[in-house]
Every structure is written in C-alpha cells, then in structure tokens.
C-alpha cells in the first residue's frame, strides 16, 4: 500500500512509499527461555536466612552471541519467605559469558509495598565453568541503598531439561514501523490507534483511543477520539477530543495536542491530561492474517505492535494523579472501510507472558449481516501462539478450526477448536464498569461501542490426550479489556 504526505491544506497529495522498506524489512531470529533459581536471602536487621524462589523468562532481540554480550529483558515472578511473592517482576539480563565473564541479572520488583532491585551476576570461571555459571550472588536496594545479600543457584538435577527445552528463536519483528500511518487519502477509509492498560496499583483500567477518519463524500479527513478511566471505587469517567484536521504525522498519531507515537503517549483532553512511556515487552500480535495488513484486502484488520507492553507516566482526571510504574498493556492498530455491523473485542494479559486477542465481528455488508459472528483469536502462551495461522480460527481447515462467539450484554462467549487444543472464554462486563460512546463510519453511519477495560474473563484450554484434558485455566478479575458495538 503506498504512502502520501500530507500537504499544507491538510488534504494529501501522492507520494512515494516511503515506510516499506521498513514495514517489509526481513525480521531476524531472537532467544527466548525460561530460568528457574533457588537459594536465600539474609535481609538487614534480621538474624535469619529466608527461601527465595526466582521464576524468570528471558527475551532477547537476537540470537544469543556466546562470543559476545547479549542484551535480554527480564519478566517473571520473585518469592521471599514470608516477605514478596510479585509475579510481575522486570528487569534487564546482560549474557557476556566470554566476553566480560559474567551474566548479570538486574531485576526491580515489589516486596510489602516497597519497590526494590536485585542486582548480581554469575562470574564465570574458565576452571569452574559449570559450577560458576549455575550461582548467582546478589545485593538488594532500595532506593539505592543495600538492604540484603543473598545467593541463588540454578539445580541442576531438577531444572536443567525444562530449561533446555524451554528455548524458542522466534523471529523478532520490529514493532515501530507498525505504528506509521496508513491512510493513502483514500475517501472511505477509517484508522485507529488505541491503548489500553490496567494500573496494577490502584486496579483503574485505562483506555486512549485515536482515530483518523476520512469520509466517503471526500469531505476532508479528520482526528478525533477520547480518553477514559474505569476505577474500582467509582464511576467510570471520559473526555473527548477534536475533531481537528488531518496532517499526516512522520509516524504514529498527531492532532488536538493529542500524540501517539512508537514510546510515548501524551496529550489533554477536557478533565484529562496524560504523559505515558511505552516499553514493548513482546513481539508482534497479527489478530487477523499477516497478509491482511499489508494488503488491505478485507473490510478492516487490526494488529498488537506488541503484544505486551509496560507503561510508564501519569494520567490525571477530576483532580485524581495516577502514577503508573510497569503497568501491564498493550497499543494496537486498526484500518479498514468502518465498524462491523456487530463486534466483540478481547484483550487479556494472562500473566507469566501469556496473552489472548480475540475480534469476532458480523460484517456490514448485505447478505452477510445474517451471518454469526467471524472469530479472530490468538492465544500466544509459553512462547507459542495458537493457532498458528490466524485463518484456522476464522475459516477452520480440514473440518477443524472452526471458532464460535455468542455476542451479547453483560456476558458474552468464544468457544472453538483447532488441532488437539479447544479454548472457552466467557467475558463479563458489569453494566457500572462499562462505557458507552457513539460515534460514525466514514459514509456517517451511526456505531455504539460499550467498553471496559475492568472486564472480568474466564479461560479454559484443553488438550485432547485420548480425551479432553484441562490445560490450563486463567481467571481475571477487573483486569480484562473489553468492548461489544453494534448499530
């Protein structure tokens, strides 16, 4: 799809493709794996030694370089005696084994509502290789002050097979350029930048959506959209902005005031004002086919530059601050020609790096609206994401495949089945913790969407080993995001 910029008017004149050496740019192999350590800690002021229990996993952009140093991030869960258990521990890990003969670990977690950071390293030894690379000594901080020491050790006996089987070379695929616009001054046409974030903190679900929309009449194009908060302990508050013209930024949105671009948020709108950092934590997320992006053949495809990320900043509505440190979320991409005819949207971040997307949608042209509903799920989970192929979900393959949702208010389902695995999700969108807005397509027909993003959800995933067999069974409670529309 080609490219323009946009000229002084704000209407958009051609142009060369000037994003497609990046968007076709051949994605590289990265590492993935997971590392399991136990030892103990001597905490200051106490005369005892507490258990302490690391559950790491570790993503690195490229393939590990044994001869050189290795960046890698860091997500997993810390457990102290007695003390922290937080599953949403970040940090950074440097593999220089040769190199600078060290593999160092920094990891900032939280622990009785303090925030706090490992820092240690293996120092590998030519005489002692294995030993010196399965323990890792260690000094706690808080707020740069040493608190604790402690050691680690990685078993051997128990861990070494799961830690060998547990390395993946996905491919790693930039997720910037995905942010760029799209739009090519095309009348007709519809084009959103969303994020959406839970505050670990306070349990406030957060939702920043822009939206570019160029009319069917070829009437100029225009931005506009809305930032929302959903508390626990209140009613759920939102704000507009725009509409205010067009001007086709170099990448992600522009308009009102308003940005989103590839790192960063910000913007005010009414009560509103926000200034957020993104960090990716994960790779890319195609809901609908990968070709579907590239070339816009379908009514519309929406994609998760990342399907995880961090945010970090402040967001402040009717004189409340939220401070956000880590917060678990993601950004993602719509384009198409408008809104289905009837829609539900899923975004779960399941935790220890799993997360499930799921669009299923009637489609607004004739013929078609009796339809059910086409599912779009991806479950990326272990470092895998299932099914493979986004169509088995949609379209099924060999009698296989075929995904169901039951659309409705205040819970809706999706239920399906491809190869040896089937899923159920049951969503619930408690009518107080829902917002809805009105808004119109590009040819100005009307859309209700009725958002939370303090859903509750249920998965279950099964595997068939001669017969149906619980996998695993993920529940959230307010940290769902979620949305049904209709007409």
Same mark, same amino acid.
């Given at each position: 799809?080609?490219?323009?910029?946009?000229?002084?008017?704000?209407?958009?004149?051609?142009?060369?493709?000037?994003?497609?050496?990046?968007?076709?740019?051949?994605?590289?192999?990265?590492?993935?794996?997971?590392?399991?350590?136990?030892?103990?800690?001597?905490?200051?002021?106490?005369?005892?030694?507490?258990?302490?229990?690391?559950?790491?996993?570790?993503?690195?952009?490229?393939?590990?370089?044994?001869?050189?140093?290795?960046?890698?991030?860091?997500?997993?869960?810390?457990?102290?005696?007695?003390?922290?258990?937080?599953?949403?521990?970040?940090?950074?890990?440097?593999?220089?084994?040769?190199?600078?003969?060290?593999?160092?670990?920094?990891?900032?977690?939280?622990?009785?509502?303090?925030?706090?950071?490992?820092?240690?390293?293996?120092?590998?030894?030519?005489?002692?290789?294995?030993?010196?690379?399965?323990?890792?000594?260690?000094?706690?901080?808080?707020?740069?002050?040493?608190?604790?020491?402690?050691?680690?050790?990685?078993?051997?006996?128990?861990?070494?097979?799961?830690?060998?089987?547990?390395? /993946?070379?996905?491919?790693?695929?930039?997720?910037?350029?995905?942010?760029?616009?799209?739009?090519?001054?095309?009348?007709?046409?519809?084009?959103?930048?969303?994020?959406?974030?839970?505050?670990?903190?306070?349990?406030?679900?957060?939702?920043?959506?822009?939206?570019?929309?160029?009319?069917?009449?070829?009437?100029?194009?225009?931005?506009?959209?809305?930032?929302?908060?959903?508390?626990?302990?209140?009613?759920?508050?939102?704000?507009?902005?725009?509409?205010?013209?067009?001007? /086709?930024?170099?990448?992600?949105?522009?308009?009102?005031?308003?940005?989103?671009?590839?790192?960063?948020?910000?913007?005010?709108?009414?009560?509103?004002?926000?200034?957020?950092?993104?960090?990716?934590?994960?790779?890319?997320?195609?809901?609908?086919?990968?070709?579907?992006?590239?070339?816009?053949?379908?009514?519309?495809?929406?994609?998760?530059?990342?399907?995880?990320?961090?945010?970090?900043?402040?967001?402040?509505?009717?004189?409340?601050?939220?401070?956000?440190?880590?917060?678990?979320?993601?950004?993602?991409?719509?384009?198409?020609?408008?809104?289905?005819?009837?829609?539900?949207?899923?975004?779960?971040?399941?935790?220890?790096?799993?997360?499930?997307?799921?669009?299923?949608?009637?489609?607004?042209?004739?013929?078609?609206?009796?339809?059910?509903?086409?599912?779009?799920?991806?479950?990326?989970?272990?470092?895998?994401?299932?099914?493979?192929?986004?169509? /088995?979900?949609?379209?099924?393959?060999?009698?296989?495949?075929?995904?169901?949702?039951?659309?409705?208010?205040?819970?809706?389902?999706?239920?399906?089945?491809?190869?040896?695995?089937?899923?159920?999700?049951?969503?619930?969108?408690?009518?107080?913790?829902?917002?809805?807005?009105?808004?119109?397509?590009?040819?100005?027909?009307?859309?209700?969407?009725?958002?939370?993003?303090?859903?509750?959800?249920?998965?279950?995933?099964?595997?068939?080993?001669?017969?149906?067999?619980?996998? /695993?069974?993920?529940?959230?409670?307010?940290?769902?995001?979620?949305?049904?529309?209709?007409?």
């Amino acid at each position: 799809m080609s490219m323009r910029t946009s000229a002084p008017d704000g209407n958009h004149a051609p142009g060369s493709d000037t994003g497609t050496s990046e968007r076709h740019r051949p994605p590289r192999r990265g590492t993935t794996f997971r590392e399991s350590m136990l030892g103990r800690i001597r905490l200051e002021g106490e005369d005892h030694d507490r258990p302490v229990r690391l559950d790491l996993r570790v993503a690195a952009e490229r393939v590990l370089r044994p001869l050189g140093t290795t960046p890698a991030r860091l997500e997993g869960r810390i457990r102290v005696a007695g003390w922290a258990d937080d599953p949403d521990a970040t940090g950074t890990l440097e593999i220089s084994p040769f190199a600078r003969r060290r593999i160092r670990y920094r990891i900032d977690f939280t622990a009785d509502g303090r925030r706090l950071s490992l820092d240690g390293w293996k120092s590998i030894s030519p005489r002692r290789p294995l030993a010196s690379m399965t323990v890792l000594p260690y000094t706690l901080y808080e707020d740069g002050r040493a608190i604790g020491t402690g050691t680690v050790r990685f078993p051997l006996t128990t861990q070494l097979l799961p830690f060998l089987a547990s390395f /993946r070379f996905p491919r790693r695929e930039e997720s910037a350029p995905l942010h760029a616009p799209r739009w090519d001054g095309t009348p007709g046409r519809t084009e959103v930048w969303y994020t959406t974030a839970t505050d670990p903190a306070t349990g406030t679900g957060i939702w920043l959506h822009h939206e570019l929309v160029a009319p069917s009449d070829g009437s100029p194009a225009f931005a506009h959209g809305w930032a929302a908060a959903f508390p626990q302990d209140g009613p759920v508050r939102h704000a507009r902005f725009g509409p205010t013209p067009w001007t /086709r930024p170099a990448e992600g949105f522009s308009g009102d005031g308003i940005q989103a671009a590839p790192g960063q948020l910000s913007g005010t709108a009414g009560e509103f004002s926000w200034k957020l950092s993104e960090q990716p934590t994960d790779t890319p997320l195609y809901t609908f086919p990968r070709w579907s992006w590239r070339r816009p053949l379908l009514p519309a495809a929406q994609i998760l530059p990342a399907a995880r990320a961090r945010y970090s900043g402040t967001l402040s509505y009717d004189g409340t601050t939220l401070t956000l440190d880590g917060a678990p979320g993601a950004s993602a991409r719509i384009y198409g020609h408008g809104n289905a005819h009837r829609w539900a949207w899923l975004h779960a971040d399941l935790g220890d790096g799993g997360v499930l997307e799921i669009v299923a949608a009637v489609s607004t042209r004739p013929g078609l609206r009796r339809l059910p509903p086409l599912v779009f799920l991806r479950l990326r989970h272990r470092g895998r994401t299932w099914p493979r192929r986004a169509e /088995r979900a949609a379209l099924g393959w060999a009698g296989l495949g075929r995904f169901r949702a039951d659309v409705a208010l205040p819970t809706w389902t999706v239920t399906g089945r491809a190869g040896l695995r089937r899923i159920r999700v049951e969503v619930t969108q408690p009518e107080d913790r829902t917002l809805a807005l009105d808004y119109a397509d590009p040819d100005g027909s009307p859309a209700v969407c009725r958002n939370s993003e303090s859903a509750d959800a249920h998965v279950l995933l099964e595997r068939w080993w001669g017969r149906w067999r619980t996998e /695993r069974v993920w529940t959230l409670d307010g940290t769902a995001h979620a949305e049904v529309g209709d007409r």
